[in-house]
């Protein structure tokens, strides 16, 4: 018989700088931008009244009705002007603009990525401030080395029980960011998997019920994991009880594996951004990853029991779910069932009140 029963919604990369910043009453000042904006509002006068919501379009209820939401903050989030010297893109928004968050109800945000240090090491830290102050849980850098690597600690509540989750976050890339102490950076060599271990195993008082490990990993536009990635994901679950794996920086959609009954999500794609579109592996679509997980027979931990996927487009610095009829709603459903059963999983179709995919475990 089924237990308690909880929805947390994971979605990629969440950029909110350039030009969704100014198209905000408030940013930072960058007259390159202001230029590119105003011509944009010229010739889509609706963004005039662009405001904290219209990033996240129709798919604020989505987010309203998850008891946790989990993000990758693919920006910085200050008005510290210095660049990261030698960067193509260096992204930072306002840090009012954090306000976008809180309009989703954004539980979580990953802060271990190529973006978060673009304006260099005082930006990262009002980025860290910022979004501590909004009342929103990171992990993946912080103020000193032991914030950058402990986990977030969010709660699931069901009556008079409670549920911990544990959320930690790291990147691979750039390498250079490694030598940053309060950024968590890793590498795929034995060293690594071996501190990881001691890091999500260390003892305690009390072990959380789930655990999820959010990761900014490998390159841009690639269709698949590499298999240094594939490998170091099943160590995560085989050797450090990771039960969700929340990968992103593809800036596409990636398969789906269902790995000894724990999920990987190997690239959420990005969710929204001022992104121009790829025409091959198209960045503006992308999907809410709803999860479900539930109370294990008895009542010791959680467990994911399915994944279901709501597919999203990005248009005009705002994304919208979309429905089963659209043509691109067919691109997202045949492309991720393609890659999720090269890794082993098959992906049914759910048409209903919303249009979705689902994976169950």
Not at 25 to 30: A, E
Not at 98 to 126: M, P, V, W
Not at 163 to 170: D, L, M, R, T
Request: hydrophobic share 35%.
């Amino acid at each position: 018989m089924s237990g308690t029963r909880f929805q947390l919604n994971f979605v990629g990369d969440v950029m909110l700088g350039r030009l969704i910043d100014q198209l905000l009453p408030v940013h930072v000042h960058c007259q390159e931008d202001a230029i590119h904006a105003k011509h944009f509002v010229a010739g889509i006068p609706s963004l005039l009244d662009y405001n904290f919501k219209s990033p996240w379009g129709n798919t604020v209820p989505v987010f309203h009705s998850a008891n946790l939401n989990f993000i990758n903050l693919e920006t910085s989030a200050t008005t510290h002007a210095v660049k990261w010297p030698h960067k193509v893109f260096n992204y930072r928004m306002h840090p009012t603009n954090i306000q976008c968050l809180k309009e989703a109800r954004i539980n979580y945000a990953s802060l271990a990525n190529n973006h978060t240090l673009d304006f260099s090491e005082e930006g990262l830290l009002e980025t860290v401030r910022t979004v501590r102050n909004a009342g929103i849980s990171f992990a993946g850098a912080g103020e000193d080395r032991e914030e950058a690597v402990r986990p977030a600690i969010l709660s699931l509540q069901d009556n008079d029980k409670e549920y911990s989750v544990h959320v930690y976050s790291a990147s691979d890339h750039p390498g250079e960011w490694a030598r940053v102490p309060n950024f968590h950076f890793i590498d795929y060599l034995p060293a690594t998997r071996h501190r990881l271990k001691t890091l999500l195993m260390s003892p305690q008082a009390k072990p959380p019920d789930l655990k999820i490990f959010s990761v900014h990993w490998g390159p841009n536009y690639s269709w698949s994991p590499s298999e240094e990635i594939r490998s170091l994901a099943h160590y995560l679950i085989d050797e450090c009880g990771v039960d969700i794996i929340h990968g992103h920086s593809s800036h596409h959609i990636q398969g789906v594996e269902v790995y000894k009954q724990k999920l990987i999500i190997y690239g959420c794609g990005d969710f929204v951004d001022d992104y121009a579109i790829d025409k091959t592996y198209r960045n503006d679509l992308s999907a809410v990853w709803r999860v479900a997980v539930e109370e294990k027979e008895g009542g010791h931990g959680l467990k994911v029991r399915e994944l279901e996927v709501l597919p999203s487009r990005i248009s005009h610095f705002q994304t919208n779910l979309l429905q089963d009829h659209d043509v691109d709603y067919d691109w997202v459903r045949k492309t991720l069932r393609k890659l999720s059963e090269q890794l082993g999983t098959d992906i049914e179709e759910k048409i209903g009140k919303e249009s979705r995919m689902s994976v169950k475990l």
